[in-house]
């Protein structure tokens, strides 16, 4: 039992590339979400899935897309990177509530993201 | 606009002490209040959770409180160890409609063998 396993771990782009953070858990859970993590600021919420086929948009979806086709992957994709992109990203799955209910989140271990 | 605020920002102790880690917060209506423990290098792990009718939760060595009127919480860590060096951060999320959580920016707390 993997739990949320993230992949990659560390990543360098290059201004305007394109690529996808992807997340994938293997606990059977119902909800997933992106958050990053900026130095100095707290976790915020990027995108949400509510289950397969279902998305929505958190607190800073801008420069961000996601799909979610299986319930155990949800991946992240920035369609043309920013240096205000460069961040640590987290992806996080719960059974059955949403980022803010009452069921803790799991969350893998990272994406260390830097953008030139 | 939600807030949650954190003191201290860091916190070095010597290992075997307590210590009390604070949390206050703007988020209205309330709906719960989450404590996680961040290692370096790692993904934040679940402490606690507390909804509105509870004031106390503990998990082991971890004692969360809250008031709900004052919208205060805080952690304390009981005989502590050099394992629980990381960065604690507190989380409140509101009822109704958003389902967006406020993030702490974390304490970090050193212990020192």
């Known amino acids: 039992n993997a739990g949320v396993t993230q992949t990659p771990k560390f990543q360098v782009l290059k201004t305007g590339q394109s690529m996808t953070l992807q997340c994938a858990q293997d606990m059977n859970h119902e909800y997933m979400s992106w958050y990053r993590q900026d130095p100095g600021m707290g976790l915020r919420l990027i995108h949400y899935s509510v289950g397969a086929g279902i998305t929505d948009q958190g607190e800073v979806p801008n420069g961000y897309n996601v799909s979610r086709s299986t319930t155990e992957d949800f991946p992240l994709r920035l369609l043309s990177a920013a240096p205000s992109q460069t961040s640590v990203y987290f992806c996080a799955s719960s059974r059955n509530a949403p980022p803010g209910g009452l069921q803790p989140q799991h969350f893998g271990d990272g994406t260390r993201l830097s953008i030139l | 606009k939600n807030q949650v605020e954190q003191s201290p920002q860091s916190l070095i102790i010597l290992e075997g002490k307590n210590c009390t880690l604070q949390?206050?917060?703007?988020?209205?209506?309330?709906?719960?209040l989450r404590w996680y423990k961040q290692d370096t290098g790692r993904g934040p792990v679940s402490l606690t959770i507390m909804t509105f009718s509870e004031n106390t939760k503990s998990n082991g060595r971890y004692t969360a409180t809250l008031d709900a009127d004052t919208k205060q919480s805080s952690l304390h860590i009981t005989a502590s160890q050099l394992s629980d060096s990381a960065s604690y951060i507190c989380v409140v999320s509101a009822r109704g409609g958003s389902y967006i959580p406020t993030f702490g920016r974390g304490t970090s707390l050193i212990v020192h063998p």
């Open positions: 949390c206050n917060y703007t988020v209205s209506p309330f709906s719960n």
